[in-house]
């Protein structure tokens, strides 16, 4: 059975950071790119950062220079590091293997 469970969300300051996990089991994690997307309230779920499994990695423009992905296939685990946190960046962010599984999200607020 898939299971991703996505953990470090919380409540951060503008300029803040925040390391975001995602557990992944259920399947061979090494083998498989991962992604990270996020939905913020009243907007539809967006592409945030993808990692291939030799670790290549893309971004959406609104984080780059900002977020990083990356992956620990020992743990089964990928992390996004957010830097320079904005109001914008506000969302519940999700975890993603082949595009039709999905953990149940962890909330990243950036607020004064």
């Known amino acids: 059975q898939v299971q991703l469970v996505e953990s470090g969300g919380g409540l951060v300051q503008p300029g803040g950071s925040l390391r975001l996990s995602c557990a992944a089991s259920g399947f061979t994690f090494s083998l498989y790119a991962m992604s990270w997307y996020r939905q913020a309230p009243g907007k539809e779920r967006e592409l945030v950062a993808g990692i291939t499994t030799a670790s290549r990695t893309n971004y959406a423009d609104s984080v780059k220079g900002r977020f990083t992905i990356s992956r620990d296939n020992a743990k089964n685990t990928v992390y996004l590091q957010m830097n320079s946190l904005k109001p914008e960046d506000t969302a519940v962010y999700y975890c993603?293997?082949?595009?039709?599984?999905w953990g149940k999200g962890t909330l990243v607020t950036v607020s004064s």
């Open positions: 993603n293997w082949l595009s039709n599984y």
